[in-house]
């Protein structure tokens, strides 16, 4: 069957989400990118989910050292999503926020809602991207409100300007 492709992304950008970003550290290389494919998979063992395109280059980083870490951006940090996902900031994302090296290596973004600091429990490729699922090794959390992103715009939980 020939899916449309206009008609799948359209179906999918009606997918309301959170934001996060995903970082990864190989040796001495510390990196990361925006994701908003991220879910739950399991509690016991505790384990997540993310995509990863395998074009991008925290894929690769992912890849070699074995390690990822999820933080859930906040309300306040769409500049933080910005970064992460822009081109322009490919090589010096981390030297534009502020963040703190988990107990993987995997940098954590300061302010996020949650991080989870996981190991790759297993690799899954399908398409162009990879499923990545995390075994979570350590979760931080806070009170905050979550940044939201749906058909290609972010929002908040109680802002009413759209
Ligand atoms: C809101 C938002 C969500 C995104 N979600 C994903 C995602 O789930 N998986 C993915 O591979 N890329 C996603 N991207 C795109 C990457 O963030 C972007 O391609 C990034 O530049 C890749 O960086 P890298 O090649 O330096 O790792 C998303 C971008 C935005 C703005």
């Known amino acids: 069957m020939v899916i449309d492709q206009e008609a799948f992304k359209e179906a999918l950008r009606g997918w309301a989400s959170g934001v996060t970003v995903v970082t990864s550290r190989s040796g001495n ?16 063992p505790p384990l997540v989910l993310v995509c990863a395109n395998q074009a991008s280059t925290t894929h690769g980083i992912i890849e070699e050292g074995g390690v990822f870490a999820v933080s859930i951006l906040a309300s306040h940090q769409e ?41 790759v429990a297993s690799a899954h490729r399908e398409g162009s991207h990879t ?32």
């Open 79 to 119: 500049d933080v999503s910005n970064v992460f996902a822009s081109a322009k900031y490919e090589d010096s994302r981390l030297q534009q926020v502020s963040w703190t090296q988990g107990e993987t290596g995997a940098p954590l973004i300061d302010e996020a809602l949650s991080s989870l600091e996981c190991t």
């Open 131 to 162: 499923i990545y699922v995390g075994h979570v090794q350590a979760v931080h959390t806070t009170n905050a409100e979550p940044l939201l992103y749906y058909k290609g715009s972010y929002r908040s939980l109680h802002r009413d300007d759209y």
């Open 29 to 44: 290389k510390l990196h990361g990118m925006t994701v908003s494919a991220f879910c739950g998979v399991s509690a016991d």
